[in-house]
């Protein structure tokens, strides 16, 4: 699948941290979103996400993930979220969460 190019001034404006997941539970009355609770370092943010048919809440915590920190935020089932995690999809019913390979601090930046 080819994508539309974009121009490195693009890219610089996306500010990619790593967050270190503190908390997680289930969305109510849903059967995918999870609350997450996440520390960027200097602050704590609320994030939702479309994880839990392929993690569990256990798994989350403590996991520290890549977040897009200067996404506008968004109310979702009532619950404003401040941000977003990435994670890859094959299509077929897998996802992974994207994550950082070794032991670094909350908040650092992802270039």
Do not use: C, W
Not at 50 to 74: Q, T
Not at 78 to 98: E, P, R, T
């Amino acid at each position: 699948m080819q994508s539309q190019e974009i121009h490195l001034e693009d890219f610089q404006k996306i500010d990619l941290r790593v967050g270190e997941v503190v908390s997680a539970e289930r969305v109510e009355g849903t059967r995918a979103l999870m609350v997450l609770r996440v520390n960027l370092g200097t602050e704590e943010r609320t994030l939702v996400a479309g994880l839990a048919p392929y993690y569990s809440v256990e798994e989350m915590v403590g996991k520290k993930v890549v977040v897009v920190a200067n996404l506008e935020p968004a109310v979702i089932r009532g619950i404003k979220s401040q941000g977003m995690l990435l994670a890859a999809d094959d299509g077929q019913g897998k996802v992974s969460l994207v994550t950082v390979d070794r032991d670094i601090a909350p908040g650092s930046r992802v270039r």
